[in-house]
């Protein structure tokens, strides 16, 4: 009976160094070849509104120019609205927040908005600190994976992997396209601003995503913002899951 425990033995070390070198699409690998349960956390509940929002698919072209008065925004059935962002408390977050999505064309569409009387955006390069200023995190959780995306109101984004609980990989590139709207002047608070947003379209590969009827990913966005006076507030849509419209 000790040749088949060796075996088996080396087998799940093999798949362990497999996992560890490489994706999250190793993972699903690891798993049918019957290696250990990942330990990473379920998914929590942060927020009530956190639910499954069902995403229909694109009707009709979307341009990047952050507007969204595109056809594939504007047409019958419409995107999928997490409607007003909320603090973890349940009140409404403030300023306002929202967000919208479609999937389509190999990509996630998602439409960010943010009002805001004193835009500030952390002056950083791609994959730094955004988080120091204003700024919207989406998050996707697949297979013991988690991607974040970070956007600024100027563009800038900053992309992580985390697999299976451990740190975040900032090499992991989403891909992802962006433009923005900007009504006000970032970093300029002695005037009065008044809101920002975001278009972006996200390669559904990026996420090992097929873009399927039915598929299903985890998700949570949030907005962080930086009052005249310095306060700090974050609000969003907690963590749930996006479902492709079947």
């Known amino acids: 009976m000790e040749r088949p425990r060796r075996r088996n033995t080396a087998l799940l070390a093999i798949v362990a160094a497999l996992v560890v070198a490489g994706g999250c699409a190793r993972l699903r690998l690891a798993r049918r070849l019957g290696s250990a349960k990942s330990t990473a956390p379920p998914p929590r509940v942060d927020d009530a509104r ?3 929002l069902i995403v229909p698919h694109l009707t009709g072209a979307i ?3 952050g507007d969204t008065d595109d056809p594939g925004w504007t047409s019958s059935g419409g995107p999928a609205r997490t409607g007003p962002f909320a603090l973890p408390t349940g009140a409404p977050g403030r300023p306002y927040s929202d967000a919208r999505i479609v999937w389509g064309d190999g990509h996630l569409y998602v439409a960010l908005y943010a009002a805001d009387e004193d835009i500030r955006s952390a002056v950083e390069p791609h994959d730094g600190p955004l988080w120091l200023g204003d700024s919207f995190r989406l998050v996707f959780a697949r297979d013991a994976c988690e991607r974040t995306i970070d956007v600024s109101p100027t563009g800038t984004v900053t992309d992580a992997v ?3 609980g451990g740190s975040f990989d ?3 590139e989403s891909g992802a396209h962006v433009s923005t709207e900007v009504d006000g002047t970032v970093n300029v608070s002695s005037d009065a601003d008044e809101e920002w947003a975001v278009e972006m ?3 559904l590969d990026s996420l090992e995503m097929r ?3 039915g598929e299903v990913t985890g998700f949570s966005v949030r907005r962080c913002d930086t009052a005249k006076d ?3 507030t974050c609000a969003g849509w907690g963590t749930g899951e996006l479902e492709f419209a079947r």
């Open 170 to 172: 900032y090499s992991w």
């Open 211 to 213: 873009g399927e009827p």
């Open 230 to 232: 310095g306060s700090r």
């Open 63 to 65: 341009v990047l120019d």
């Open 201 to 203: 379209a996200i390669p």
């Open 162 to 164: 985390r697999r299976a």
């Open 50 to 52: 956190g639910s499954r």
